[in-house]
């Protein structure tokens, strides 16, 4: 009887130590709600959809129950890349420091990996925003380095990248780059200097231009202030492209991405008159510097950047959400972005 007692408070004890440290779901806690307002729910952001929600909560590794606990991940003008079946998410960290790379299998819970660029591996400092593209069986990062841009590469998405030149715009203050890869085979440099948005063709071996660069945006709406157009992303859907851009300085609660359209890459391009498409609401500010990914089920997504908090700017945190578009009659499709949440790392204590 003794024995039989003892086995049950041993089974007991077992069942009580994985409830506290397995989860549902891919080992994690979640829970769906359904809401018609935009709305914060234990750190993540509803608007209007079942959405998953992450209960925000300390809890314990899975398989050693060590200390610890999920934090947002703190990045901005974040790019995410898919890569075998896993995703990899790079941005701007400490700026003299370098870049740092998480890992993730579904876009909710991230590893950390380390730097995938170091401070050491480079000449200079004041590193922004970097993204990543798999080409010609290597692993491209373009940059920013003290309003310069740059080309590093790497054999793996994780690093580490080797810096290999600068882009020679013939010009200063060049940030944000961002590349588009046409089925032609063309590769087209997009990227930001004050007020303006710049595009040129680039060489396949993504650091030499193949033109002189053309500027193709400004500033002009009246929610755009501070003399800031920058974070070029481009997508293309059906015969429209698309351009995101991000406007207002990045330390204002009024930080927000617009999008412009075109019906070719080199062509002209409208601003929506449904700008911004992303701006602050009760519970996120600074929102923008976005980038855009397919998800494993094909699922077209944003990444962006937000403030630490209301009062605070830094560290900025990422954010995922859904794009969706909605029909209009003689106009492009309008960009609308859904089902916010902020992804998060664990952290040991």
Not at 220 to 237: H, L, M
Not at 281 to 286: I, P, Q, R
Not at 316 to 341: A, H, T, Y
Request: charged content about 20%.
């Amino acid at each position: 009887m003794r024995k039989f007692i003892l086995n049950i408070i041993v089974l007991f004890s077992f069942v009580s130590f994985n409830s506290a440290c397995t989860h549902e779901d891919d080992d994690f806690i979640y829970d769906t709600v359904n809401t018609k307002d935009t709305t914060i729910i234990n750190d993540t952001i509803i608007n209007g959809t079942d959405t998953i929600i992450v209960k925000d909560t300390i809890i314990k590794n899975d398989t050693t129950c060590h200390n610890g606990y999920y934090s947002n991940i703190p990045i901005a003008d974040p790019f995410i890349l898919l890569y075998n079946n896993s995703y990899y998410a790079y941005g701007t960290g400490p700026a003299n420091s370098g870049f740092y790379v998480y890992k993730s299998n579904d876009l909710k819970f991230w590893e950390k990996l380390g730097y995938a660029l170091k401070k050491e591996n480079v000449n200079d400092n004041n590193f922004w925003a970097p993204e990543v593209y798999y080409f010609q069986n290597k692993f491209f990062m373009l940059y920013v380095q003290n309003y310069s841009i740059y080309t590093a590469v790497s054999n793996y998405p994780e690093g580490p990248f080797v810096e290999i030149g600068k882009v020679n715009t013939s010009q200063d203050k060049c940030i944000d780059p961002t590349l588009y890869f046409d089925n032609n085979g063309r590769i087209y440099l997009f990227y930001s200097r004050p007020g303006i948005i710049y595009r040129a063709e680039m060489n396949n071996n993504l650091y030499t231009l193949a033109n002189k660069p053309q500027p193709i945006l400004r500033q002009s709406q009246t929610w755009e202030s501070y003399a800031v157009i920058e974070g070029p992303f481009i997508i293309k859907k059906d015969s429209t492209f698309y351009l995101t851009y991000s406007s207002n300085s990045y330390t204002s609660h009024n930080y927000g991405v617009g999008v412009a359209t075109s019906n070719a890459i080199s062509g002209n391009w409208e601003k929506a008159n449904y700008n911004p498409i992303i701006q602050k609401n009760d519970t996120l500010v600074g929102m923008g510097h976005n980038s855009f990914f397919y998800d494993k089920k094909g699922k077209l997504r944003i990444a962006f950047h937000a403030h630490a908090s209301i009062e605070d700017v830094q560290p900025r945190k990422l954010c995922i959400g859904n794009v969706q578009f909605e029909k209009q009659d003689g106009l492009p499709d309008k960009m609308l972005i859904d089902s916010i949440f902020l992804p998060k790392y664990y952290v040991k204590q």
